[in-house]
């Protein structure tokens, strides 16, 4: 990957072979029916790309919770620049305005927040994301939720915690993450820019829906942190490929390297900085994971990254059995 183009190859000069990617094909449409586009990228280069159910490459795709990787991406490179200390720095250094009851909340640093080990009132997976959104303060509501019961230190997976993180961009930067990301991010790596749209109302399909564009933002102008960004798939598999990279575009360091090793080392959560961590028969991933079945799935000692955009369902299959069953295999070491 020498410039902003990808180009692709045929698999085999890849070492990858192109008969068991065939078998891809049949097995999407029949058992992972909500996949709208998949690219396959080896050693830089499109080794396998498809669209299905009328989408094309260029089209974007709100990506879900794939938008939490991008933050962290954004938060190494807030602290590479000088904007934020390092991620140790509290939350609270932030919001000086914030005037905490508990006491707690004093302790908790970035870090609490990439690492999902910030302390909350609500059970684990049972987040009531809905009563953040129906706040004309996203960033007060969960500065308040923030600390209550629960210690630091224990995995609680937050989306409103995320969205702290986007904030904490914009206090530290004076841009919102979706300029941020377009200067520092996206522009040096050829993805597209993402334009503001300005929304008028902060409605189920304004926010997750089907009237989902650009980067979705709180009332307040933050970029959503936990979600709500569209990427085309293509763009998913630069940003895979960055990582994979470590962190390099065409020579030029845009994430440092050490924060991607931070990033992605394994540890007993299995949750790394905004990515889901996965060992298995060997093999070393990390993915960015979004509800309905968005992923960019990295594996750096095969040079591989799997980029895939969905269509919301619930509950859609796991896409790991996929890469099991026909992407990893596929490489020839």
Known sequence: MQNNDWQAKDPRTLDMDS????????????????????????NGYIAYERYHNGYDPDDMHHVASVTKSIVSALIGIAIEAGY??????KVLDFFPEYDPADKTK???????????TAPYPFKDWHEPLDKMCMQPDWVTYTLDMLGQKGTIGTFKYSTAGAHLLSAIITRSTGQSAREFANKHLFAPTGMKEIPD???????????FGKNVKG?????DGNSAGGWGLTLTPRDMARFGFLYVNGGIWNNQQIVPESWVEESTAMNPNQYGYLWWLREEDGVFAHCALGDGGNVICCIPEKDLVVAIASEFMKNPRDRWTLMKECIIPAVVD
């Open 106 to 116: 004093q302790d908790i640093t970035i870090r609490h927040l990439l690492m999902m």
């Open 215 to 219: 980067w979705v933002n709180d009332p």
């Open 84 to 89: 934020i200390k390092d991620a140790d720095q």
């Open 197 to 207: 749209y300005n929304m008028t109302s902060f409605g189920f399909d304004d926010l």
């Open 19 to 42: 008969e068991k990617l065939s078998e891809l094909e049949p097995m999407i449409k029949s058992e992972y029916s909500n996949i709208n586009g998949i690219v396959v990228v080896r």
